[in-house]
Nanobody, 124 residues
Framework: VQLQASGGGLVQAGDSRRLSCAAC????????MGWFRQAPGKDREFVAV????????YYVDSVKGRFTISRDKAKDTVYLQMDTLKPEDTAVYYC??????????????????WGQGTLVTVSS
């Protein structure tokens, strides 16, 4: 398994949750990492991305100020800290790896590897 996502669950609106994505060393050492989500009946959408170095990150507008993406190189793991969760954040969350985080970072086709999803359900 190259990417393993975990941390989903049922939370209440306003709560926090942290998702983790463990990557194999080959990916963790050189790939940018992103998070996408897919709500029921909707297309998969970009959530956040972090560069290989960890020095650059981007977010979709709807999560700015609430979500934080980070990476721990020592653990080959990327995190998505989600605060002040809203019911509209309910979705299956996927982590993904890209060999080139360029201007197309929002596009799922830009990513080479995907983890299995982890479901986050936010109740109102």
């Amino acid at each position: 398994v190259q990417l393993q996502a975990s941390g989903g669950g049922l939370v209440q609106a306003g709560d926090s949750r942290r998702l983790s994505c463990a990557a194999c060393r080959r990916i963790a050492s050189r790939y940018g990492m992103g998070w996408f989500r897919q709500a029921p009946g909707k297309d998969r959408e970009f959530v956040a991305v972090i560069s290989w170095s960890g020095g650059t990150s981007y977010y979709v507008d709807s999560v700015k100020g609430r979500f934080t993406i980070s990476r721990d190189k020592a653990k080959d793991t990327v995190y998505l800290q989600m605060d002040t969760l809203k019911p509209e954040d309910t979705a299956v969350y996927y982590c993904a790896a890209s060999s080139h985080i360029g201007v197309w970072y929002r596009m799922s086709d830009n990513y080479d590897y995907w983890g299995q999803g982890t479901l986050v359900t936010v109740s109102s």
